[in-house]
């Protein structure tokens, strides 16, 4: 059974959540963004009339940082923030896919070709190589996805206790 998801519920209007998430939170630099301002907020990202797209702020990079995703609902006695979805970016997801393959399929060669040569009469010493390295770059992919996700164990519940503050809002579900 799947969990309900979660809704918080501001007594604020739509417009006036608008305008205190775009106030507390910094866009989206457009590209990767090395040195930081002194003033720069604690959460990044966007907000429309009808949703919400936010992260938290790291000083380090980690492409399996946690997103979140809400639509805003306006109600007649405030607002509420229907969670869609707490994730890493589809972008990443697609990324590690292509790249598994590719080290799948590349490193399947290189390794099969090693070993024919290692099994053969005059094997080079390098040749060993082409065994390791294809396991050695699929161990280190199978490391690097817990360890981003480890590191963003609790981005999700930090991003939760902002939103409440910023817009005084409740857990309703």
């Known amino acids: 059974m799947e969990a309900a998801p979660l809704i918080l519920f501001s007594p604020h209007s739509r417009e006036e959540c608008v305008a205190r998430l775009t106030a507390s939170l910094d866009k989206e630099p457009f590209v990767f963004a090395p040195f930081q301002r002194r003033d720069a907020k604690p959460f990044i990202g966007s907000v429309t009339p009808t949703s919400l797209r936010v992260r938290k ?33 589809s972008s990443t997801w697609l990324f590690m896919w292509l790249w598994v393959a590719a080290v799948l399929i590349v490193g399947g060669f290189v390794f099969t070709f090693s070993v024919i ?57």
């Open 57 to 89: 702020r790291i000083n380090y990079g980690n492409s399996f940082q946690t997103v979140l995703c809400a639509d805003l609902v306006a109600r007649q006695q405030g607002t509420e923030l229907r969670f869609a979805t707490s994730r890493v970016e």
């Open 117 to 173: 040569e290692i099994l053969g009469k005059n094997p080079r010493p390098q040749a060993w190589m082409g065994v390791w390295l294809p396991l050695w770059v699929l161990g280190i992919t199978a490391v690097m996805i817990p360890l981003g996700r480890w590191l963003a164990r609790d981005e999700e519940l930090k991003i939760i206790v902002f939103l409440k503050e910023v817009l005084d809002a409740d857990v309703v579900r």
